[in-house]
């Protein structure tokens, strides 16, 4: 299972942008998506996560209203669209994926990661 990410960049504060990461290989089976981020000197923290259904969704308290996580099935593609972008969102983004496997078990996989940075 591969995940590549995109569609990190710089950005102004306020500004917006969008992430995708595309997943690749198989599994047996999606639990569930998220996206995670990190910035320098700081823990990995989770920005939000989505249900392979994609009926549930849960936000850190820190992006709640301005991010929006979603997924298309069709495309092995999720998304995360960040809009009104703060300097404290600058961080690396990482995709995120816990699959079934034929053990019954759940494994996590995570993309490379894309910049994001935001500027005062």
């Known amino acids: 299972v591969q995940l590549v990410e995109s569609g990190g960049g710089l950005v102004q504060a306020g500004g917006s942008l969008k992430l995708s990461c595309a997943i690749s290989g198989s599994t047996f089976g999606i639990n569930a998506m998220g996206w995670y981020r990190q910035a320098p000197g700081k823990q990995r923290e989770l920005v939000a996560t989505?249900?392979?259904?994609?009926?549930?969704?849960n936000y850190a308290d820190s992006v709640k209203g301005r991010f929006t996580i979603s997924r298309d099935n069709a495309k092995n593609t999720v998304y995360l669209q960040m809009n009104s972008l703060k300097p404290d969102d600058t961080a690396v983004y990482y995709c995120?994926?816990?699959?079934?496997?034929?053990?019954?078990?759940?494994?996590?996989?995570w993309g490379q990661g894309t910049q994001v940075t935001v500027s005062s």
């Open positions: 989505i249900t392979s259904g994609g009926d549930i969704t």
């Open positions: 995120n994926l816990a699959a079934r496997t034929a053990a019954r078990t759940v494994k996590t996989y």
